[in-house]
């Protein structure tokens, strides 16, 4: 019988013990700390700021096969504790949630070297010795394409796994990093017969280039750059069907590296010169001359010039060495508010150059100004000071297109939880505590002073109200004073009583002017409950909605897209206009990658920028010089058109552009109610012509248009809406009554408006619970009575317990035309059946109001080791006592995991 239990304990204990442990630490030389997550190993530090770079690596036979920059540890113990060391230093991090190399060995707040470790997924979890942020362990994470310190959280987990893996075989390794410099061949613009050709070389050298740099040559002729870097080959040397890019290099530590890049010549047309230049406005001159000078024309080519498609005349020049001037000046003043001109030159062999442009005569009403309204700096949790990020974007390359840029700290790091700002200090300063007001002031100066000697790039100051692990985070723009999470009254997380408490408080008169965005929206970070709570006071106080986060470059880690959150914002009502920000925290502030919002203003000044957004004159895209400018019956993005007004048509005209001729369109769309394509352009030939246009009827609530480029960047507009009061609505959402359960039927019912005068149907309907995604469906068509509120009821099974609401979307048909509409519940709280209600209030009330998403995941390993204990105990027990003739008793008891590797076990779990 002895044997028996032992068994059983044995058995259930390694059970245990497997999922509570950690997998094993190595020592010494030769790792990689691996995400697989990020599919990445830590890399070298990042060039400005407080984070380290992820170089990409892949698995060979359980070793790392890395990119260049991998840092390689060494691995070591102290005191029950691990250090990573390489040549440049320990693994470290701080309170302020950095992650460096610290030149020495420390386990201070500020500097600490030394980890312990738990387990996520059999994977490990590193947790700071001595570093904390509100009493919990520093971790490290993954996040906006680096490698920086946060606190660990279960809802996403993945992010804070990493392994601990040998550096392949014959990896080259320099000073303690994987060293594999390379080189890439940027081609800047097509490469044309006869024509000068440029281009960049840009190299990831660790360790620089030794005294000889760079030999870069194009056709077998050295080039040397010039004073911004570029090459550029002699029209005379450009010839043939191709042409041969080299270029090669030896770093500092002697490492030679080299690379090339064959580019295609093409025997075209080059269009040299045109005006009036693109996108410009002719000021008085309202018949302005059309001017094209080209090159490589050949004999006697025919020229073909149309304005807003119509055909016209002009005459052509010839300027020698198949060089010509083709001029045209109208007849009478241009029209419009825009005049696109389309161009093809054909010369005698047939080969065809197109160009097409737009400009505006007379003086322009809106220009392009790209940038971002979302970054970090040391006043909270962001690397740089904000005098370094200043001096960043006053040197941001012209070819980085870059106008203006936000600087939106968290306000929690203004004012403190001991003795935080008042509500009405967003208003009024000198309700706020002496530092808070010093520490805003400072900061608005420092903004305020630079944009006095700067005119080509405005910095613009914010903050980020944040509710952590609350309903989301947002930036306010425009308020004269800053509020945070400090506030215990804004910051309430029950029933999101601290977000109401923020929209009242933008509602306040007092707001009128100002600019809120809502960052990232996400389950990692919030959806604002689904955008819930929506009123017309604060709908006219937010109007920014980010469908693209993070400093990673688009499309790789690092980067997170949230397009279907912005139609499900416009489908609760919400008014938005959608922005692309970096969220810069560790430098590279504006230009980090490609992603840019771009506001539709009259000139470049803080006004002119906040009345556009105001007026939703705004589009997002992962592209940095992307033009776009789209209308419906002539009124720009943004605008609201009365249905009644529409004559039951609707007139949409797109215009775009890229100056990156190798940046194509692969196709636009206008998109609608219920994120519903409505309308597409595939053409490519037609796209790149720069002008398209649909008629439409006018079915739904808003139109807003999403441009697909060739390498799969995405814009996103601004919509514009069809003002449908008189269209049917959802009046409530509402539970009816009793407790709310899993596994047991929860009935609701939905209140639809339908205006007099007006046959209209439900036609389908569909339920989704927050963080549980669809919950049923009924496709039972509901005629609905004009003039009066209709109810419509229905049941969902929720299977997951927490603060929820059912989120009702209906396909209407009214007067023939279908469109959809959304609304959400009031919060229910779900709770397990009755039998566990008391039990839970008791041991975990908390948990019960925790949405799923931020609950441990269920570790079905430990729970295998507690049965098989169990059983082994009650086996044992039953045999021994059986063997005595006495009936068994219940024996209450309990077993426990170990944590491994170090104090504090459990720490970030």
Not at 793 to 809: M, W
Request: charged share 20%; net charge negative.
């Amino acid at each position: 019988m002895l044997c028996v239990l032992m068994l059983g304990l044995m058995t259930g204990l390694s059970f245990l013990r497997a999922a509570a442990d950690p997998p094993a630490i190595p020592r010494g030389e030769g790792y990689v700390i691996y995400s697989p997550h990020a599919g990445a190993s830590l890399g070298v530090p990042e060039l400005i700021g407080s984070a380290l770079t992820a170089a990409k690596t892949e698995l060979t036979g359980g070793r790392a096969v890395c990119e260049n920059g991998a840092l390689v540890f060494e691995i070591g113990e102290k005191d029950g504790y691990f250090w990573f060391k390489t040549e440049q230093g320990y693994l470290a991090t701080s309170n302020a949630e950095n992650v460096f190399l610290s030149p020495e060995l420390s386990d201070t707040a500020d500097n600490c070297g030394l980890w312990f470790f738990t387990e996520s997924n059999w994977r490990l979890v590193f947790n700071s010795k001595t570093a904390r942020y509100k009493d919990r362990a520093v971790n490290i994470e993954y996040y906006s394409s680096v490698f920086s310190g946060w606190t660990y959280s279960s809802s996403s987990a993945s992010i804070f796994e990493f392994e601990i893996l040998p550096l392949a075989e014959g990896e080259p390794v320099t000073r303690g990093v994987v060293n594999k410099p390379s080189l890439k061949i940027k081609a800047l613009g097509e490469c044309i017969t006869g024509q000068p050709f440029s281009f960049t070389v840009q190299t990831d050298s660790l360790f620089g280039l030794n005294e000889a740099g760079l030999n870069v040559e194009a056709a077998d002729v050295s080039l040397t750059a010039d004073a911004h870097g570029v090459y550029t080959l002699p029209g005379g040397y450009v010839a043939g069907e191709s042409i041969l890019l080299s270029a090669q290099g030896t770093d500092g530590e002697g490492v030679s590296f080299a690379g090339e890049r064959e580019i295609a010549v093409r025997d075209i047309p080059a269009v040299l010169e045109i005006s009036p230049a693109r996108n410009a406005a002719t000021g008085t001159e309202l018949q302005p001359e059309i001017r094209v000078r080209f090159a490589n024309g050949g004999e006697s080519p025919l020229v073909y010039l149309r304005l807003n498609g119509e055909d016209v005349f002009g005459e052509l020049e010839a300027l020698g060495g198949g060089e010509y001037v083709y001029r045209y000046r109208p007849e009478g003043p241009l029209e419009g508010t825009k005049v696109t001109v389309s161009l093809s030159i054909v010369r005698a062999d047939g080969k065809t150059a197109r160009e097409s442009w737009s400009f505006t005569p007379g003086e322009q009403e809106y220009r392009l100004y790209f940038g971002q309204l979302h970054s970090h700096t040391t006043y909270s949790d962001g690397a740089g000071t904000l005098a370094q990020a200043l001096d960043y974007i006053a040197a941001i390359p012209e070819a980085d297109n870059l106008q203006f840029v936000a600087f939106t700290d968290h306000s929690n790091y203004f004012d403190s939880t001991a003795n935080a700002n008042p509500a009405g200090a967003l208003y009024d300063m000198s309700l706020a505590p002496e530092a808070s007001r010093q520490r805003w002031a400072a900061y608005q100066k420092e903004i305020a002073d630079f944009n006095a000697t700067h005119e080509e790039i405005l910095a613009i100051a914010g903050f980020e109200m944040t509710w952590s692990g609350g309903p989301g985070h947002m930036n306010t723009f425009g308020t004269p004073g800053i509020v945070s999470r400090n506030n215990a009254a804004l910051n309430q997380k029950e029933g999101d009583a601290g977000l109401k408490a923020y929209y009242e408080l933008l509602s306040r008169p007092e707001g009128e002017g100002s600019v809120s965005q809502f960052n990232h929206p996400s389950e990692k970070f919030g959806t604002f409950a689904d955008f819930a709570y929506r009123n017309d006071a604060v709908d006219d106080r937010v109007f920014l909605i980010e469908v693209g986060n993070g400093s990673g470059q688009i499309g790789g880690g690092g980067y997170y897209p949230s397009y279907e959150m912005y139609t499900l914002a416009l489908d609760q009502g919400w008014h938005l206009a959608p922005s692309n920000n970096q969220d810069n925290h560790s430098g590279r502030w504006g230009n980090a990658n490609t992603g840019r919002d771009v506001i539709l203003a009259k000139e470049l000044t803080l006004e002119s920028l906040f009345e556009a957004i105001r007026a939703y004159r705004v589009y997002a895209t992962e592209d940095q010089n992307l033009e776009l400018f789209y209308t419906a019956n002539g009124e720009p993005l943004g605008s609201v058109l009365p249905l009644q007004d529409l004559g039951g048509a609707l007139t949409i005209e797109l215009r775009l552009f890229d100056p990156d001729l190798s940046d194509g369109f692969l196709k636009a769309e206008v998109i609608v109610d219920g994120g519903k394509v409505a309308y597409s352009w595939n053409d490519a030939a037609e796209l790149k012509g720069g002008f398209v246009s649909c008629r439409l009827e006018p079915a739904y609530s808003y139109y807003y248009i999403r441009v697909t480029q060739n390498d799969g960047d995405l814009a996103v507009t601004a919509p514009i809406w069809v003002d449908r009061s008189t269209s049917v609505q959802i009046s409530s959402v509402l539970y009816l009554g009793g407790p709310c359960e899993t596994g047991e039927k929860l009935s609701m019912a939905v209140g639809f408006t339908a205006p007099a005068g007006s046959t209209a149907e439900v036609r389908s309907l569909s339920f989704t619970l927050e963080g549980a995604g669809a919950a049923g469906e009924d496709r039972t068509l509901y005629p609905l009575e004009a003039g009066r509120e209709n109810v419509v009821l229905f049941s969902i099974v929720p299977e997951t317990t927490g603060s929820r609401r059912v989120t009702v979307t209906a396909l209407i048909e009214q007067d023939g035309k279908e469109y959809t509409v959304s609304a959400s519940s009031e919060p229910l709280i779900i709770r397990t059946p009755e039998i566990n209600r008391e039990e839970e209030a008791a041991s975990s009330s908390e948990n019960a109001l925790m949405p799923v998403a931020e609950r441990p995941p269920v570790n079905w390993l430990l729970i295998v080791g507690l049965v098989l204990t169990a059983a082994g105990v009650v086996l044992a027990a039953v045999l021994i006592l059986k063997n005595r003739g006495e009936k068994p008793k219940e024996k209450a008891g309990s077993t426990t995991g170990e944590d491994l590797s170090g104090p504090d076990p459990g720490i970030g779990e």
